[in-house]
């Protein structure tokens, strides 16, 4: 069992320019999350999804679009990055709702210059 | 909207010593809730969650927590710490009723064991 995994580790994007922060899990969980984690602070919620073909905003999801095509994959597309998208990203599973245990990929290290 | 508070950003101990980690949240009702830990350069891991029943939880690592309604507290605890346990820490809670929208989490606390 990989758990969850997270590609790309790192990335530096110049301002504008778009990405995809892909994020899998083979658990056959049904809830899925994005996390930020800037300095000093705790993680923000950005999207979740309950099931494939099923997304919602978190807590900031400006500057964000997510996709559940598959139960597996939830990606995560930057649009026009920004330098206050610069954080770390961490995708999240569970089994179910906010009563599990959400396992946590190792993140993505995004900096925007 | 739910807050968790960690009044502690840094806390250095002695390897060997006891450890307090403190946690306030801020709810209507009783939220579920959740330890993880964050070595460095590592996703999160879970330490231990409380939804309900006996108010001390063990967790893994040797760590427990208490619940206290009264004081809106879970704190962490650890008898005797281990210079591998030097990581940051989050208290998280959950929306009571099972809600999927995500946990609330702290801004953690600094752990750094001197030896």
């Known amino acids: 069992n990989a758990g969850v995994t997270q590609t790309p580790k790192f990335r530096i994007l110049k301002i504008g320019q778009s990405m995809t922060l892909q994020c899998t899990q083979d658990m056959n969980h049904n809830y899925m999350y994005w996390y930020r984690q800037d300095p000093g602070m705790g993680l923000k919620l950005i999207y979740y999804s309950v099931g494939a073909g099923i997304t919602d905003k978190g807590e900031v999801p400006n500057g964000y679009n997510v996709s559940r095509s598959t139960t597996e994959d939830f990606p995560l597309r930057l649009e026009l990055a920004a330098p206050s998208q610069t954080s770390v990203y961490f995708c999240?599973?569970?089994?179910?709702?906010?009563?599990?245990?959400?396992?946590f990929g190792p993140g993505t290290r995004l900096l925007v210059l | 909207a739910q807050s968790v508070t960690q009044p502690d950003i840094h806390i250095t101990v002695s390897e060997g010593a006891s450890l307090e980690l403190r946690c306030n949240y801020s709810?209507?009702?009783?939220?579920?809730l959740f330890w993880y830990v964050q070595s460095p350069g590592q996703g999160l891991q879970l330490l231990l969650k409380?939804?309900?029943?006996?108010?001390l939880v063990q967790g893994i690592k040797g760590f427990e927590a208490e619940f206290k309604r009264s004081q809106s507290s879970f704190n962490l605890r650890k008898p005797s710490v281990h210079w591998s346990d030097a990581a940051e820490y989050f208290c998280?809670?959950?929306?009571?009723?099972?809600?999927?929208?995500?946990?609330?989490f702290g801004k953690g606390t600094h752990l750094i064991i001197q030896p």
């Open positions: 998280a809670v959950g929306e009571p009723g099972g809600g999927a929208d995500g946990l609330t």
């Open positions: 999240a599973s569970s089994y179910k709702g906010a009563q599990e245990t959400q396992y």
């Open positions: 409380y939804f309900s029943g006996d108010t």
């Open positions: 709810y209507g009702a009783t939220p579920y």
